[in-house]
T-cell receptor, first 108, second 112 residues
Framework: GQNIDQPTEMTATEGAIVQINCTYQ??????LFWYQQHAGEAPTFLSY????GLEEKGRFSSFLSRSKGYSYLLLKELQMKDSASYLC?????????FGAGTTVTVRA | DSGVTQTPKHLITATGQRVTLRCSPR?????VYWYQQSLDQGLQFLIQ???????AKGNILERFSAQQFPDLHSELNLSSLELGDSALYFC???????????FGPGTRLTVL
C-alpha cells in the first residue's frame, strides 16, 4: 500500500521561505512529484525527483532522500500568488499516489 | 492552459443515473489518466491508459469504466450513481509513463 504524509497547513509571510515536508512509505518507487493546486483549479506540475538530491527551478526547489522516504519542497521569496495547496505524489508502476496536500497561506 | 480538454465542465444528475465524461489529451501524449478529487479523500488515481490499452488501475469502482479510443481521446463512464460520487473528476495526459502529467480543467459532477 501507499502512505504519504505531509502537513495540513502552513502560513508564511510574503518574501519569506517555506519548506513543505513529505514522507512516504510505498511498496515501490519510480519517482516523486510535487504539484501546485489553486482552489477549484487543476493541479500544475512543479518538480520531479527520481534520484537523491536537490533539484532547483527558479524560486522552487525539491529534495529527495530515497533511503529515508523523505522529500521537501522549498518555496523562496514567497509571493501572494503562491497561496495554494501543494501536493506530494509518489509514482509506482505507472500509478501516481497523492498526499492529502499542504495548504500554504501567504500573508502580506 | 495545459492543452488537455475535458467536457462537460459541470454535470448535475440524479442518483441511479449514468454519465460519460470526455477527455482529449495534449497533442502527442499517449497516456491518459483519470482522477477523482473529493473534499474528504483528496486526489485519487482511478485508471491509466497508454495508446489505447489499460496500463494501471487504482481505486476505481466496478460501477466505473473507462476506455481510450484510437484517436487517443478517453471517456470515463460512471453508472448507478450515488451521492458519494459527487466530486471533481480530472483527466491528465503525459508523453508516456513517468513524465510530468498535464491536468485538464476537470468536470464537476454533482449527484442529487
Amino acid at each position: 500500500g501507499q502512505n504519504i504524509d505531509q502537513p495540513t497547513e502552513m502560513t508564511a509571510t510574503e518574501g519569506a521561505i517555506v519548506q513543505i515536508n513529505c514522507t512516504y512509505q510505498t511498496s515501490g518507487f519510480n519517482g516523486l512529484f510535487w504539484y501546485q493546486q489553486h482552489a477549484g483549479e487543476a493541479p500544475t506540475f512543479l518538480s520531479y525527483n527520481v534520484l537523491d538530491g536537490l533539484e532547483e527551478k527558479g524560486r522552487f526547489s525539491s529534495f529527495l532522500s530515497r533511503s529515508k522516504g523523505y522529500s521537501y519542497l522549498l518555496l523562496k521569496e514567497l509571493q501572494m500568488k503562491d497561496s495554494a495547496s501543494y501536493l506530494c505524489a509518489v509514482a509506482n508502476d505507472y500509478k501516481l499516489s497523492f498526499g492529502a496536500g499542504t495548504t500554504v497561506t501567504v500573508r502580506a | 492552459d495545459s492543452g488537455v480538454t475535458q467536457t462537460p465542465k459541470h454535470l448535475i444528475t440524479a442518483t441511479g443515473q449514468r454519465v460519460t465524461l470526455r477527455c482529449s489529451p495534449r497533442s502527442g501524449d499517449l497516456s491518459v489518466y483519470w482522477y477523482q478529487q473529493s473534499l474528504d479523500q483528496g486526489l485519487q488515481f482511478l485508471i491509466q491508459y497508454y495508446n489505447g490499452e489499460e496500463r494501471a488501475k487504482g481505486n476505481i469502482l466496478e460501477r466505473f469504466s473507462a476506455q481510450q479510443f484510437p484517436d487517443l481521446h478517453s471517456e470515463l463512464n460512471l453508472s448507478s450513481l450515488e451521492l458519494g460520487d459527487s466530486a471533481l473528476y480530472f483527466c491528465a495526459s503525459s508523453v508516456s509513463g513517468y513524465n510530468e502529467q498535464f491536468f485538464g480543467p476537470g468536470t464537476r459532477l454533482t449527484v442529487l
